[in-house]
């Protein structure tokens, strides 16, 4: 079963291809890298908490590449898992010098003013779309240099796409540890974000549309649609707070096909088993207590009390 454009919509398409290849041609320097490299910039500073000042006053260096590491932490990553030099990020001069002006100025501007200014809400809704536009550029980019690299390894591609797009959230144990922090258990791996889920499904639907499998769209249309996917739900992140729409089909896959069905029920069968144990048990004490309060009474009355007749028995209770 392929997916193919429908027919209703025909009159559009031509519309939509257009602003499709409009937004793949998207130049993303200066602005668009601006606009990560200021967020992975306050990503850090907001991780620092409110030791953010003076750490970085005492650690400038570990501050500015803990930055740096952020700021192109996908290309580090993509380029250990192709086995390329990791340092080639730093070739480019020009990036270089911007993030470490943003650096500069989001924890040493005069009165915090750049700081604030991010954290405005509209101009960091400003940011986070340009942002998202920047990451799925860089997605598919991914996607397509593994395409070169490797034609027919389905998973090198979906690995290089995801960590070009989710790279900062990957290597985030590695940016803490310059910091001198070893949180281990915030591992991207153990407890992944929808970003990184998001960055997945990109990367197998453009796998996918690569390859011909079961995706027919024009290249264009796919990466229209996937780009007002991560922006609309970036807004639902920031204006809704919508941690992870993911999770409830997560729950229910895991519970159908993860062994959370056949968990449930070996606890169903385990607690009606101890139930039936108790049941047994009480039922065993409350016969043995019968039997003896049977047997005891008998003899109270043999030494106790003499056997009597009726006839006695009304005369005693006369004389009462």
Same mark, same amino acid.
């Given at each position: 079963?392929?997916?193919?454009?429908?027919?209703?919509?025909?009159?559009?398409?031509?519309?939509?291809?257009?602003?499709?290849?409009?937004?793949?041609?998207?130049?993303?320097?200066?602005?668009?890298?601006?606009?990560h490299y200021i967020l992975m910039v306050l990503a850090v500073?907001?991780?620092?908490?409110?030791?953010?000042?003076?750490?970085?006053?005492?650690?400038?260096?570990?501050?500015?590449?803990?930055?740096?590491?952020?700021?192109?932490?996908?290309?580090?990553?993509?380029?250990?898992? +192709? !086995?390329?030099?990791?340092?080639? /990020?730093?070739? =480019?001069?020009?990036?270089? &010098? @911007?993030?470490?002006?943003?650096?500069? $100025?989001?924890?040493?501007?005069?009165?915090?003013?750049?700081?604030?200014?991010?954290?405005?809400?509209?101009?960091?809704?400003?940011?986070?779309?340009?942002?998202?536009?920047?990451?799925?550029?860089?997605?598919?980019?991914?996607?397509?240099?593994?395409?070169?690299?490797?034609?027919?390894?389905?998973?090198?591609?979906?690995?290089?796409?995801?960590?070009?797009?989710?790279?900062?959230?990957?290597?985030?144990?590695?940016?803490?540890?310059?910091?001198?922090?070893?949180?281990?258990?915030?591992?991207?791996?153990?407890?992944?974000?929808?970003?990184?889920?998001?960055?997945?499904?990109?990367?197998?639907?453009?796998?996918?549309?690569?390859?011909?499998?079961?995706?027919?769209?024009?290249?264009?249309?796919?990466? +229209? !649609?996937?780009?007002?996917?991560? /922006?609309?739900? =970036?807004?639902?992140?920031? &204006? @809704?707070?919508?941690?992870?729409?993911? $999770?409830?089909?997560?729950?229910?896959?895991?519970?159908?096909?993860?062994?959370?069905?056949?968990?449930?029920?070996?606890?169903?069968?385990?607690?009606?088993?101890?139930?039936?144990?108790?049941?047994?048990?009480?039922?065993?004490?409350?016969?043995?207590?019968?039997?003896?309060?049977?047997?005891?009474?008998?003899?109270?009355?043999?030494?106790?009390?003499?056997?009597?007749?009726?006839?006695?028995?009304?005369?005693?209770?006369?004389?009462?």
């Amino acid at each position: 079963m392929r997916l193919k454009w429908p027919s209703s919509l025909r009159m559009d398409h031509e519309i939509l291809i257009g602003a499709g290849y409009s937004a793949q041609r998207l130049k993303m320097y200066p602005y668009f890298d601006a606009a990560h490299y200021i967020l992975m910039v306050l990503a850090v500073r907001d991780d620092l908490g409110p030791n953010c000042t003076a750490f970085s006053r005492r650690h400038p260096l570990s501050c500015w590449l803990s930055s740096m590491v952020v700021c192109f932490a996908g290309s580090f990553l993509a380029n250990f898992l +192709l !086995g390329e030099p990791v340092i080639a /990020v730093f070739k =480019k001069q020009e990036d270089i &010098l @911007l993030a470490t002006l943003i650096w500069y $100025l989001v924890f040493y501007s005069p009165f915090d003013l750049v700081y604030k200014l991010a954290k405005f809400m509209p101009i960091k809704i400003i940011l986070s779309i340009m942002k998202e536009c920047q990451r799925v550029y860089k997605i598919n980019h991914g996607v397509l240099y593994a395409i070169k690299l490797y034609p027919n390894a389905h998973l090198i591609h979906i690995l290089i796409g995801t960590a070009k797009g989710a790279g900062s959230g990957i290597i985030r144990i590695f940016e803490q540890l310059i910091r001198g922090v070893w949180a281990p258990t915030h591992s991207e791996i153990l407890r992944p974000t929808f970003t990184t889920k998001a960055c997945v499904i990109a990367s197998v639907l453009l796998t996918f549309e690569k390859s011909g499998i079961f995706i027919s769209l024009p290249h264009e249309i796919s990466y +229209l !649609g996937l780009l007002l996917f991560f /922006v609309y739900f =970036k807004l639902s992140a920031l &204006l @809704l707070n919508v941690a992870d729409p993911l $999770l409830p089909f997560e729950n229910l896959f895991c519970a159908v096909f993860m062994g959370g069905i056949w968990d449930a029920l070996t606890r169903a069968v385990v607690a009606s088993q101890e139930r039936r144990n108790v049941g047994g048990v009480n039922k065993l004490e409350s016969n043995g207590t019968s039997t003896t309060t049977t047997t005891a009474i008998p003899n109270t009355t043999t030494t106790t009390q003499p056997s009597t007749s009726p006839q006695v028995e009304n005369n005693i209770k006369k004389d009462q």
